[in-house]
């Protein structure tokens, strides 16, 4: 096995380059595509609450905004310098049009440990990173939304901030709070559309999903509303994980119990259901299907080989190496791209948005009912491509993704 443990970055270019030389896109339009409009880097001093200041590095990259304001969440985390902010932000312009929403791909991203800060010097850090970027974003302009380690609750100091400056716009921001103009629906979303695209990608492969057993590697906002949303319509949940514990158990987790646990708890540890396994073992469970909902990277060229479920749903963004989707493809094991698969969030970021525009709020039932329709078309547009091109999803949501956007450059004729 060659070396093949690319970044992040260089996984979403290599990706993308292997659509280009599918959809036969010439040198000058693979540039205009690769590399980012616009990118922002600020400093971001905090006044801590012992007095003394820490500066920390934040950054805004707005990849591509040919089909609309650039959209995109903010993260959170030590590990978000601007390389791996360029990737996510060159994600959010695929996933936003393989689902053929009017939005562009942005990302944001402050080095910091959210952990590691109170509440009232985590408000402080967005308000001062807020008023950093405040000049590139805006309802019309680019529209930040959570990630890791941001919430509703910093959208909502996000708005304050904006709303100060400009006056009262809140489609500068979505992921809010409902009592701010949030969406009903939007906070479960992600983890409902990964319930969604699995589903569909079930019924195809044949397999039954009432009484299918899943594994779901992470239970933040994603992995337990996956989690939840797959228990609901009679799937097995019969492991999950967070950073602090990983439990097993092959009848099936209650997971409203475990929701409880880790919301009294703030985690899933001392969790007294199933019996403890490592997160490695967790990736290795025979189950049907394989949720990875936690960080990048996290199935590589040492596990792929011992991956036994039939189906893979990227919950979290690139949670497979590119050497690993290599193993993956060879082994025939279904592979649900993270463009796709974890597009539930910015779809109902989308009715937020929209909704906050018309001043106009739409029911859950509404929404729930929207977000399925939108995702399952994302699902057939990549899924009658790959059938086809005789391609894997991943090759095919790129390159319905990536030939949307070359269309709508070739269309607006600015080049
Ligand atoms: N952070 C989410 C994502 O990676 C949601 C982005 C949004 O709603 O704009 O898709």
């Not at 905004?65 to 990737?87: C, L």
């Not at 309802?139 to 959208?155: E, K, L, Y």
Request: glycine share 10%; with cysteine.
């Amino acid at each position: 096995m060659p070396d093949t443990e690319l970044t992040m970055l260089e996984t979403a270019h290599a990706y993308f380059n292997e659509s280009c030389d599918l959809l036969e896109i010439n040198e000058g339009m693979r540039q205009v595509l690769l590399n980012p409009w616009r990118e922002l880097s600020v400093a971001v001093p905090v006044r801590m609450d012992n007095g003394a200041i820490q500066v920390f590095n934040g950054f805004r990259v707005q990849h591509n905004g040919v089909r609309g304001p650039y959209k995109g969440g903010v993260r959170y985390a030590p590990a978000a310098d601007s390389d791996h902010t360029r990737a996510l932000a060159m994600l959010m312009t695929w996933k936003t049009a393989l689902v053929d929403i009017p939005f562009g791909g942005a990302k944001g991203g402050v080095q910091v440990r959210p952990a590691d800060l109170s509440t009232a010097e985590l408000n402080r850090l967005t308000r001062r990173y807020t008023g950093a970027i405040s000049h590139i974003i805006g309802p019309n302009r680019d529209i930040p939304a959570p990630d890791m380690g941001t919430n509703a609750q910093t959208m909502a100091w996000m708005m304050d901030a904006y709303g100060q400056a400009n006056g009262y716009a809140p489609g500068a921001v979505t992921g809010k709070p409902i009592e701010l103009g949030g969406s009903y629906g939007r906070e479960a979303a992600t983890g409902r559309g990964v319930c969604d695209v699995a589903a569909l990608a079930a019924a195809d492969m044949g397999l039954e999903m009432e009484g299918a057993t899943v594994a779901i590697q992470g239970f933040g906002n994603v992995g337990s509303f996956a989690a939840l949303r797959m228990a609901e319509i009679g799937v097995k949940v019969v492991a999950i994980s967070d950073a602090t514990c990983a439990t097993h158990s092959p009848a099936g987790l209650d997971i409203d119990k475990v929701l409880e646990h880790s919301a009294r708890e703030g985690s899933l540890k001392g969790c007294p259901w199933g019996e403890r396994i490592n997160n490695d073992e967790l990736l290795e469970l025979d189950v049907d299907v394989l949720v990875p909902a936690a960080i990048e990277g996290v199935i590589n060229t040492r596990n792929a080989p011992g991956i036994k479920a039939k189906l893979i749903i990227e919950a979290a963004n690139s949670p497979i190496t590119y050497g690993a989707d290599l193993i993956l493809k060879e082994r025939g094991i279904t592979v649900i791209p993270d463009i796709l698969a974890n597009a539930g969030g910015v779809i109902v970021s989308y009715f937020e948005w929209a909704q906050n525009i018309q001043r106009f709020r739409w029911r859950e039932e509404r929404v729930n009912l929207e977000l399925l329709t939108l995702i399952s078309q994302g699902y057939w547009r990549t899924t009658d491509m790959a059938k086809e091109r005789g391609i894997t999803h991943r090759e095919a949501a790129y390159a319905v993704a990536v030939n949307a956007v070359a269309t709508a450059i070739e269309l607006r004729g600015f080049i």
